[in-house]
Structures are given as C-alpha cells and as structure tokens.
C-alpha cells in the first residue's frame, strides 16, 4: 500500500486565488510527522511547512497552512494568495518516528495562471 | 549560513560502471539521508547516516552503499551501474536530536547511464 498518497497530478490556479493540494497518508504509527516541499525546475527540494501528529494546531507557515485531519489522515497543504513563483512540483512527506522512515508522494505539479 | 551542498551537479556514466556522488550536510547538522528521484516521480529513500553508521535503509540492492565521515559529509556509491540508475539523487540533512527532524535537501546530482 502506498504511504503517502496525492491524487492530483496536476493543477491549475488564477494568480492571487488560493489552492488546496491533497495529500493523504497510511500509517500505524502513533507518532509521526508530515511535511510539504516545493521542487521547482531546478530540482532543489525546499522545506514548506511541518505537522507533528500530536500537534493540535494546524501548522501555517505565512502563505502556507496545513489542514491536517487525523481522523481521515489527510494533510493537506493551502497556498493563499498564489505567485506565479508558486509554479512547481510539490511533495507531501511522512516521517514514521518509530522506523525513522521518510516516504513521499509522487507530486501535484502546480500551474499559476497570471 | 552554508545550505546542503552536493557534487557533482551531474554526471554522465556507462553501464557496469561505479559512481560516488558526494553531500556535505547543513551546518549544525549530524544525520545525512538520500534519495533517488526518477522522472515524474517522489523521491525514493535509499539510506541514511548518523555517527558515520547506516541507520535506516529503503528497498535498494546492495549495489548501493554509503559512508559518513566525521565532519558529517557523506558518500553515495552506486557499483555495477544499470540504465534504470539513471535519476536526480538527493542528498538531505537534519538534527538527530530535533523530534521534528526537518530535512533540508541539497540540489541534487543528475546521473545519467548510458
């Protein structure tokens, strides 16, 4: 089974608008975290935003939040107020704390229309 | 404040033969991991490094062998090359100590097997 699952291969944004990109995860872990990177063109993985499993808050990170539902084991990611420099591929993560583990997703490439 | 370096940016290779590809981590940090990044797809986990000993290991053949020095830096080896070792490797690095343990990634080597 897949750990890390995103559905969406690619998506389309207007400039300014915001966007939800999904990612859900498959763990048995109590502890854990997920993470979101952004890889444009280049190829550099840049660290977005970080979720804890024990954390209560939602993590944001100025434009970006992350809406982490435990219950249905999803943390998706949501870009406000969208660039055109937002235009790239983006990974959701997972760290399994007991295994020391990282598995990502295969990506949504995002496309930020001006 | 020194990001993840990694060398060679690229590099072009035969089959059957060996390939180093070199990381030296951020600074202040102790725990190397890497990645193998095929097109169109996430990053795949090959292994990763702490107190120069392997701690975790994905689903990779033995061809595929590390080492981390005492200045934290590391190697990945790569023996008896195959076509379909041809990717975008990533070299990450993270604080052990951190229960969050973000990794900050390196820009990659582009290997090519020929």
């Known amino acids: 089974a897949q750990k890390i699952t995103q559905t969406q291969p690619g998506m389309f944004v207007q400039e300014k608008e915001a966007v939800t990109l999904d990612c859900t995860y498959d763990?048995?872990?109590?502890?854990?975290?997920l993470f979101w990177y952004k890889q444009p063109s280049s190829g550099e993985m840049i660290f977005l935003i970080y979720?804890?499993?024990?954390?209560?808050q939602n993590a944001t990170e100025g434009r970006y939040s992350l809406n982490f539902q435990k219950a249905r084991k999803s943390a998706n990611l949501v870009i406000s107020a969208s660039q055109l420099g937002d235009s790239a591929m983006y990974f959701c993560?997972?760290?399994?704390?007991?295994?020391?583990?990282?598995?990502f997703g295969s990506g949504t490439k995002l496309n930020v229309k001006p | 404040d020194a990001g993840v370096t990694q060398s060679p940016t690229h590099l072009i290779k035969t089959r059957g033969q060996q390939v180093t590809l070199r990381c030296s981590p951020k600074?202040?940090?102790?725990?190397v991991s890497w990645y193998q990044q095929a097109l169109g797809q996430g990053p795949q986990f090959i292994f990763q490094?702490?107190?120069?000993?392997?701690?975790q290991r994905g689903n990779f053949p033995d061809r595929f062998s590390g080492h981390q020095f005492p200045n934290y830096s590391s190697e990945l080896n790569v023996n008896a090359l195959l076509l379909g070792d041809s990717a975008l490797y990533l070299c990450?690095?993270?604080?052990?100590?951190?229960?969050?343990?973000?990794?900050?990634f390196g820009p990659g080597t582009r290997l090519l097997v020929l």
């Open positions: 979720q804890g499993s024990y954390d209560e």
């Open positions: 490094y702490y107190e120069e000993e392997e701690r």
């Open positions: 993560a997972m760290r399994e704390e007991i295994l020391n583990k990282f598995y």
């Open positions: 600074s202040g940090h102790d725990t």
């Open positions: 763990t048995s872990d109590q502890s854990y975290g």
């Open positions: 990450a690095s993270s604080l052990l100590a951190t229960r969050q343990e973000t990794q900050y």
